[in-house]
Structures are given as structure tokens and as C-alpha cells.
């Protein structure tokens, strides 16, 4: 596990397989997936721990991550394969704290598990 931006926390998660345009796709106002091509579409990424590929898109998509915890709407943690540019700035700006894992450890994890990330002890911990 890489960490990005360090943080502590427990929920649930939320899990995609599709890369995610923090700009065409998070709504700010309800943190809700809009793009209905999105295998996440009409979920909301609020209080989630929002595990996914990676993101893509424009710079923008930095302050969409922004806005959206702005909004109390963020998930209250990013893992991904691959942080982008967008990704790893707007969870520094919001304090979302994000981590890079491995293609076997993205897969070892599920939808709606309960984990604890904890960046101090570069740990994913499940179930718990």
C-alpha cells in the first residue's frame, strides 16, 4: 500500500471497476453517481470508503473532490490502483484520505465490506 494522504477510518465499501470522472460523474450537491454509464450510476459515494481503479478527467475534477466534501457528501476515504493527478489533489485539498493498493488487493476487496483503513500502520484490515 502506497499512502497519499494519511488518515484513519472505518465504513463500508463502495467499489467500482470503471475509472471515475470526478467531474462528469460525482453530483456536488448529493455525492450521488449521474453518469448513467457508470456502473455506480444513482449510487451515492457519501460516507463510503470509494474503492476503484483510478480517475480520469479533467483537473476540475480536483475541486469537484473538493466540493463534494465541501458539501458533506465525500466518501471518507479513495483506494485505488492508480492515482491520477485529479484524485491524489482533491483528497489533499478535502483531507480524503487515499491510499494506492495492488491489482491483488483491489480484488480481494468487496462491495458493502466493512474494512478499517489505517495509513499509520499502512493496513486495510478485514473483516471487522
Do not use: W
Request: aromatic residues 4%; hydrophobic residues 40%; contains cysteine.
Amino acid at each position: 500500500m502506497k499512502v497519499l494522504v494519511k488518515g484513519r477510518v472505518r465504513g463500508s465499501i463502495l467499489k467500482s471497476n470503471t475509472p471515475i470522472n470526478f467531474l462528469g460523474t460525482v453530483d456536488t450537491k448529493s455525492g450521488i453517481i449521474s453518469d448513467k454509464n457508470h456502473d455506480l450510476y444513482q449510487k451515492s459515494v457519501k460516507d463510503s470508503i470509494l474503492v476503484f481503479p483510478g480517475g480520469v478527467g479533467s483537473s476540475v475534477g480536483a475541486y469537484t473532490i473538493y466540493s463534494i466534501q465541501s458539501n458533506d457528501v465525500a466518501p471518507t476515504a479513495m483506494v485505488c490502483k492508480k492515482a491520477d493527478l485529479t484524485v491524489a489533489t482533491g483528497c489533499a485539498l478535502a483531507n480524503i484520505p487515499l491510499v494506492i493498493i495492488s491489482d491483488v488487493e483491489f480484488d480481494s476487496l468487496s462491495n458493502g465490506e466493512e474494512i478499517l483503513l489505517d495509513t499509520d500502520s499502512s493496513k486495510i484490515i478485514t473483516p471487522l
